[in-house]
C-alpha cells in the first residue's frame, strides 16, 4: 500500500487586497498567539481530514497581544507536582517545534527565609560574579536553583506554529476580527488603514464552521459574554515589562525575587512582575510617581519594584526604566483563567458549537500542552 499523500498547504490572506471567498469550515480557531496557532497545528495532526481556519485580528504574531510580551521562561520552580508531567511535555513540544530561540538557561529564586532545598544565596550566586551589582543577598539570603529551566521566544513559537498549520493545510486570515455567533460560526470584519492612519472595516463575511476556538488571549471570555451571552469564571489583568538596563550575559540565569522575574534579554534584563489579581471591568492602567517624577508604570506595578530595592539595589538606580507615559513601557491584556493570578491554562465547551482556550500566567510552561487536550478534545467531538 502507498503511503498517503501530505495534506497540501493552506491559503493565507494577508490584507484586504486578496479577495476572500467564504466557505464552509469544520473548524475555526479565533486568534493566532501561542496558544491558538498551537491549537491549530495539533488540530491539523490529529485530524487531518477537518477543514480549519485560523484567524487573526493582528499580524502574526500580533504586537499587540500578550504572546509577544510573555516572559518566555520554561520552570518547574513553584509549579505544583500535579503539572509536572505537562510541563515536561511542553518543553518536549517547544524544542521538537524549532525556529523558538529555546536555550538551557538556569533559574535562581531568592528568598528570606530558609527551607528544604534552598542554600545560601552568596554561595549560589558565587558562580556568577556580575550579580553582585543586581542582587543584595543580605536582604534574600537563601536561594533555590533550577538548572533545568529554559528560556525562549514565545512569539517565535506563535509563528512558527502557524506556519507549520498552513504547511499542514489550515487556512490562515490575518487583519480580521471575529466574532462568534449563535449556532456556530463567525461574524469577520477584515480591516483595513485609511489614509488618516483610522482602522476600519472594510467587508464583512459570515463563515459556518462547526466548532470554534476562542483562543483571543484576554479577549476571549469578553468574546465570549458579548458575542455569545455566555458568562465565564474567568479575568483579565494587565501587566507591563519594564526594562532594566544592567548587563547580562550568555550565561546570566533567570533571577525570582519577590515575585518579580528579572528575565535577561538582549545584553540587559525584563523585569515580569508579579500580577496579584484581576482589574476591574473598565479599568485603564496609569502611572504613577518615584520621587515626585512621573512615570509610565501602572501604580501597583511601581509600589512592587519599590519594595524590592533593597533585595534588588538596581531597580533603585538610573537602570531601571520608568517611561513618561503608558506607551513608553511595553505591556499587554493577560486572561487569568479561573480568574486566579495563578490559574494554570485551561479549556472548556462554551455551547454545542464553542470552546475557550486560555493560557494566562503559567502558558510558558503549561500552554502547548493544553492547547493540545483541546485540539483532541474537539476531534473527537467533530469525528
Not at 493552506?10 to 484586504?16: D, I, L, M, Q
Not at 515575585?259 to 479599568?283: E, F, M, S, W
Not at 465547551?349 to 470552546?355: A, G, I, N, R, Y
Amino acid at each position: 500500500m502507498s503511503a498517503p499523500l501530505p495534506a497540501a498547504p493552506g491559503r493565507v490572506w494577508a490584507h484586504v487586497g486578496q479577495p476572500f471567498a467564504p466557505s464552509p469550515y469544520d473548524v475555526a480557531v479565533v486568534g493566532a498567539g501561542r496558544m491558538g496557532a498551537a491549537a491549530a497545528l495539533f488540530l491539523r495532526q490529529q485530524a487531518p481530514a477537518l477543514r480549519l481556519l485560523l484567524v487573526e485580528e493582528g499580524g502574526l504574531p500580533n504586537e499587540d497581544g500578550a504572546t509577544i510580551l510573555a516572559p518566555g521562561v520554561w520552570s518547574l520552580s513553584g509549579l505544583a507536582p500535579e503539572h509536572h508531567g505537562a510541563a515536561r511535555w511542553t518543553r518536549g513540544a517547544l524544542q521538537a517545534l524549532g525556529g523558538t530561540g529555546w536555550e538551557a538557561r538556569e533559574l535562581v529564586s531568592l528568598h528570606a527565609e530558609p527551607a528544604p532545598g534552598r542554600v545560601p544565596t552568596a554561595q549560589t550566586l558565587a558562580r556568577w560574579p556580575d550579580m553582585g551589582a543586581l542582587v543584595n543577598p543580605a536582604a534574600l539570603p537563601w536561594a533555590e536553583l533550577d538548572p533545568d529551566a529554559g528560556m525562549y521566544r514565545p512569539g517565535h513559537a506563535a509563528l512558527h506554529a502557524a506556519q507549520a498549520a498552513i504547511r499542514a493545510g489550515a487556512d490562515l486570515l490575518l487583519n480580521t476580527r471575529a466574532a462568534p455567533q449563535p449556532g456556530g460560526g463567525l461574524c469577520l470584519e477584515r480591516l483595513t488603514v485609511t489614509n488618516t492612519h483610522q482602522i476600519v472595516t472594510h467587508e464583512t463575511h459570515l463563515v459556518t464552521a462547526r466548532a470554534v476556538v476562542l483562543a483571543a488571549g484576554a479577549k476571549g471570555p469578553w468574546l465570549a459574554e458579548c458575542a455569545l451571552g455566555v458568562h465565564t469564571r474567568h479575568a483579565r489583568a494587565y501587566r507591563q515589562t519594564p526594562h532594566l538596563a544592567v548587563p547580562s550575559g550568555a550565561h546570566s540565569p533567570v533571577l525570582r525575587a519577590g515575585g518579580l522575574t528579572l528575565r535577561p534579554q538582549h545584553g540587559a534584563y525584563t523585569l515580569i512582575p508579579p500580577l496579584h489579581g484581576r482589574d476591574p471591568h473598565g479599568y485603564q492602567p496609569s502611572g504613577g510617581g518615584l520621587t515626585g517624577v512621573p512615570t509610565g508604570l501602572r501604580r501597583e506595578t511601581l509600589e512592587d519594584l519599590v519594595a524590592l530595592m533593597d533585595a534588588v539595589p538596581a531597580l533603585a538606580t538610573e537602570a531601571l526604566h520608568l517611561g513618561r507615559s503608558l506607551a513608553d513601557v511595553p505591556g499587554a491584556w493577560l486572561a487569568l483563567p479561573g480568574g486566579r493570578a495563578d490559574g494554570p491554562p485551561t479549556f472548556e465547551p462554551l455551547d454545542e458549537h464553542t470552546w475557550l482556550l486560555l493560557g494566562g500566567p503559567h502558558a510558558d510552561t503549561l500552554g502547548l500542552h493544553a492547547a493540545r487536550e483541546l485540539a483532541q478534545a474537539v476531534a473527537e467531538t467533530l469525528n
